[in-house]
């Protein structure tokens, strides 16, 4: 849903107005979050690629990518969490694109 603009099967769910909400940036300007990202309404997101998501419990993360159309989720229950793991499947993923 959130890939295609708030829209799941032709129905629209959330506002495109919404969406955009969720995916810019809401920081004040010279302000970022971890990794030198933003912080959209729903999580982290990456102004210069449009990438976002959030990472949970366990070491658990998501990204949505809506340049290319593309979820990446990952999931394991590793605790005390541990995200390298993620990032490293973030980057294989992203590398089978090329």
């Given at each position: 849903?959130?890939?295609?603009?708030?829209?799941?099967?032709?129905?629209?769910?959330?506002?495109?107005?919404?969406?955009?909400?969720?995916?810019?940036?809401?920081?004040?300007?010279?302000?970022?979050?971890?990794?030198?990202?933003?912080?959209?309404?729903?999580?982290?997101?990456d102004p210069e690629t449009g990438v976002y998501g959030w990472a949970g419990a366990a070491s658990t993360k998501f990204w949505l990518d809506p340049k290319n159309e593309m979820a990446i989720i990952?999931?394991?229950?590793?605790m005390p969490g541990d995200y390298t793991?993620?990032?490293?499947f973030y980057k294989i993923a992203r590398s089978a694109l090329n």
């Open positions: 849903m959130l890939l295609n603009n708030g829209e799941l099967d032709g129905v629209r769910v959330l506002s495109e107005t919404a969406t955009q909400l969720i995916i810019t940036d809401q920081l004040p300007a010279g302000v970022k979050y971890a990794d030198n990202k933003g912080y959209g309404l729903a999580g982290s997101v990952f999931c394991t229950q590793l793991y993620a990032d490293e």
